[in-house]
């Protein structure tokens, strides 16, 4: 069974770049059965989608996300990591990663880690 | 982008009647990549339909879902005290999004 677990800084400043990490296990993120994800929700609201990678490394953002976000996947440790430039209060959220096959949605779920953004 | 519009936001139900949670989507989906979650506080989201009407692998038969057009309904048929949750509608045809979510409480 695949499982997933988000790490990284609980407390990022204003402007600064939050960083998060997923370590996968159970199974091996160079599948290309598998595409990996970021998904956020803000405090008592919905689901917001960050983007996709595949472990080939490509990438597919949310266009409102597109110019502050970067993903990337380290096949030889098994994770894949969410970077997020000049944040601001507005990206306090919890922050999940997820993987899913390829043309169908999320199967795996991390099981979330907050993120505040405060000086 | 496709903008999923759920309906209603909240429903207000008992244990043993039948829900019914609507998403409409802002253009027809690529062959019904429509799928439904659930979400009870502190967890995760949990898959529960995929392609607009299959059940995902552990789910209950209670939930289904069907499509119309670009309207879809997630029909939980009687409710047990573990189906009080979030729910929410995603599409992964065309990028990717997300409903605004339906809370279904008793």
């Given at each position: ?34 595409y ?43 994770q ?27 199967d ?12 | ?65 069907s ?36 809370k279904?409480?008793?």
């Amino acid at each position: 069974q695949v499982q997933l677990q988000e790490s990284g800084p609980g407390l990022v400043k204003p402007s600064q770049t939050l960083s998060l990490t997923c370590t996968v296990s159970g199974g091996s993120i160079s599948s290309g059965s598998y595409y990996w994800s970021w998904i956020r929700q803000h405090p008592g609201q919905g689901l917001e989608w960050i983007g996709y990678i595949y472990y080939s490394g490509n990438t597919y953002y949310n266009p409102s996300l597109k110019s502050r976000v970067t993903l990337s996947v380290d096949t030889s440790k098994n994770q894949f990591s969410l970077k997020l430039n000049s944040v601001t209060a507005a990206d306090t959220a919890v922050y999940y990663c997820a993987g899913g096959r390829v043309g169908l949605p999320f199967d795996y779920w991390g099981q979330g880690t907050l993120v505040t953004v405060s000086s | 982008e496709i903008v999923l519009t759920q309906s209603p936001g909240t429903l207000s139900l008992s244990p043993g009647e039948r829900a019914t949670l609507a998403c409409r989507a802002s253009q027809t989906l690529s062959s019904s990549y429509l799928a439904w979650y659930q979400q009870k506080p502190g967890q995760a989201p949990r898959l529960l339909i995929y392609g607009a009407s299959n059940r995902a692998t552990g789910i209950p038969d209670r939930f289904s879902g069907s499509a119309s057009g670009t309207d879809f309904t997630l029909t939980i048929s009687r409710l047990e005290p573990e189906d009080f949750a979030v729910y929410y509608c995603q599409q992964y045809g065309s990028s990717l999004t997300f409903g605004g979510g339906t809370k279904v409480q008793i």
